[in-house]
């Protein structure tokens, strides 16, 4: 996958990007990244890239003609590299709320870019290349550079071949539309705290329905709102059932 990513403020990406598994995944050639600066592609002699809104307002927008200019030559460098032009995203507190389903759909494209703001936000007409609109929940950051780290984490941690254990992606919490189930590591008594008999009984379905079940449980207490009745197993429904019962006589 190629990822171009443009922003004013590079040095807050590059750090991230070059740690742990996204870091792992450019090392080992999974994925390509890419960060250009618009602000070098600004033909004002002072390098502006923004300015007031037509009509007044507080703040400042930034201009179509750096972001768009920049976005022209990243694409024209991406397709001479073989990479095909793919989705274009913009990091937007007023874009839909980025979710597992949307990371796993950005996973399967060859090339992404992600275009990141400042300022009170963008002059309109520099939508005319974006393909998604984003945003990470509601609240407001100082620039996009923070959510598209986000965006670009949960998503390359999904393409084959950069986790280590391929089978830990599914497992996650969101990936099944539940929360993850506890999960415990040696000792099996931790200064007087037990790990729960039947992780190591070697029952393993056994264990499967406590992960199930206690799973059920985490998002029944701090997720109900993940809870699609109609999608769960008849099972799950048991479990789920039980888990009301022992919750309501705590």
């Known amino acids: 996958m190629k990822i171009d990513i443009l922003s004013l403020f590079p040095e807050i990406l590059k750090g991230p990007l070059s740690e742990s598994i996204i870091g792992k995944a450019v090392e080992n050639k999974i994925v390509n990244i890419d960060i250009t600066n618009f602000r070098d592609f600004s033909t004002n002699k002072h390098h502006n890239v923004d300015d007031t809104p037509f009509g007044g307002g507080a703040g400042m927008l930034l201009k179509p003609q750096p972001m768009l200019d920049a976005f022209a030559r990243t694409q024209q460098v991406s397709v001479e590299q073989g990479y095909p032009t793919g989705r274009v995203i913009l990091t937007d507190p007023a874009g839909k709320r980025f ?41 407001v950051l100082t620039g996009g550079e923070l959510p598209a780290l986000v965006m670009i984490d949960a998503t390359v941690r999904l ?92």
């Open 159 to 250: 393409i084959k071949g950069v986790l280590g254990n391929q089978e830990s992606a599914p497992d996650d919490s969101f990936s099944t539309g539940l929360l993850e189930y506890p999960q415990y590591t040696r000792p099996a008594d931790f200064r007087g705290s037990e790990v729960p008999p039947v992780l190591t009984s070697g029952d393993h379905q056994k264990i499967a329905d406590w992960r199930q079940k206690e799973s059920l449980r985490k998002t029944y207490l701090r997720r109900p709102d993940l809870i699609d009745y109609d999608k769960l197993s008849k099972k799950q429904k048991e479990l789920l059932a039980d888990v009301k019962i022992e919750e309501e006589k705590k």
């Open 99 to 139: 979710e597992e389903s949307d990371a796993v759909d950005l996973a399967k494209e060859d090339h992404l870019t992600f275009l990141c703001g400042h300022y009170e936000g963008f002059d309109e007409r520099i939508k005319s290349v974006v393909t998604d609109e984003y945003s990470i929940g509601d609240f």
